[in-house]
């Protein structure tokens, strides 16, 4: 078995965590809600996200200055919320006299028509083949050289890939920042040295637990996300998100998991309040799967344990939070 130190690090501090908060269950969570401290829960959860981005930034500054890294690279399974990571680290890192600059591996993504396809015959977006990685390597190797590079920008509704004139170019304080799920996969950046890279793996390592004895899976949380995401940005509806679902999970367990513990930090991308601020957006989508469909189940399994959830009124959180770029009203352009 892997030995998974890193990640039990994460949910053991996360744990304490949520016992010093006095919500390690939903029961608890609701009480406080319901007793209205539910501005000053999340107050307290975004600091603490904070306070770690500016921990894993001081390491990435750190790593800069002894071991002359200028590629962070940042991984997590689908709707970890790998995005407003890395674009709230490139401001702690803007705090450190560093000057950020930002790529998604989903710009590289080959056009539609030229995506692999899995064993069913459906696109495999999961797969590495579906990034053109000859094209991102050569745009590493120019920016490094100090060259100015137009960056693609992939647009999901068409499948394709546009040009925007808005070219990169990095300087002597310049660190580039990659984000996407195959990030820490050696297979995708071969030419940089390992010593050159700075590797982080961001997740929702779930906190709170229905009761004492039942927890609410991580994939679940991660799931919820990407139902309001995907509804509000790529016009899909919860069906045809909750059908993609099982190949994004398999794709996980083959292209995402197996790196994981290459990472320098992980981060616990969870907020322990975070369900009862989703289920609002989330329940009225999960409730327009037909029942004569087979995603029924696992709609009607979701729709039952947010029944057990008071909710938060999504106004409560502020514009930077992480759960902005799932629920919109993000003060980040994506």
Not at 144 to 153: A, N
Not at 243 to 262: D, L, M, T
Request: with cysteine.
């Amino acid at each position: 078995s892997v030995h998974q130190e890193k990640m039990f690090d994460v949910f053991h501090q996360y744990q304490s965590w949520v016992e010093i908060m006095g919500v390690p269950t939903v029961g608890q969570l609701n009480s406080k809600v319901l007793a209205g401290y539910a501005s000053e829960l999340i107050k307290i959860a975004e600091a603490f996200h904070e306070n770690k981005l500016a921990q894993v930034a001081g390491c990435v500054a750190e790593a800069n200055r002894e071991r002359g890294v200028r590629l962070v690279l940042i991984s997590g399974p689908s709707s970890s919320g790998k995005t407003t990571f890395a674009k709230r680290l490139g401001v702690q890192l803007r705090v450190l006299g560093l000057n950020p600059v930002l790529i998604s591996l989903d710009d590289y993504f080959v056009d539609r028509k030229k995506t692999p396809r899995d064993e069913n015959g459906e696109y495999d977006y999961e797969a590495l083949e579906a990034i053109d990685l000859e094209q991102f390597n050569d745009h590493l190797k120019r920016l490094e050289r100090g060259e100015s590079v137009d960056i693609p920008r992939y647009d999901f509704i068409s499948g394709t890939r546009q040009w925007h004139d808005n070219p990169l170019q990095l300087d002597e304080r310049s660190v580039l920042i990659v984000e996407g799920i195959h990030g820490l996969n050696p297979a995708l950046t071969p030419g940089v040295p390992e010593s050159r890279k700075f590797k982080i793996y961001v997740s929702c390592f779930t906190s709170v637990a229905l009761d004492n004895v039942s927890r609410i899976a991580t994939s679940d949380n991660r799931l919820l996300r990407r139902l309001t995401r995907d509804y509000r940005t790529r016009g899909n509806d919860a069906l045809s998100t909750l059908a993609r679902w099982e190949s994004v999970r398999r794709g996980e367990e083959k292209h995402i998991f197996p790196y994981q513990e290459n990472a320098d930090v992980m981060f616990n991308t969870a907020m322990l309040f975070e369900l009862a601020v989703i289920k609002q957006q989330a329940e009225p989508l999960l409730d327009l799967v037909p029942e004569n469909c087979p995603e029924y189940a696992e709609a009607y399994r979701l729709r039952t344990f947010l029944d057990y959830i008071q909710p938060i009124p999504n106004r409560a959180l502020p514009p930077t939070s992480l759960l902005r770029e799932f629920l919109g009203g993000s003060s980040f352009k994506y």
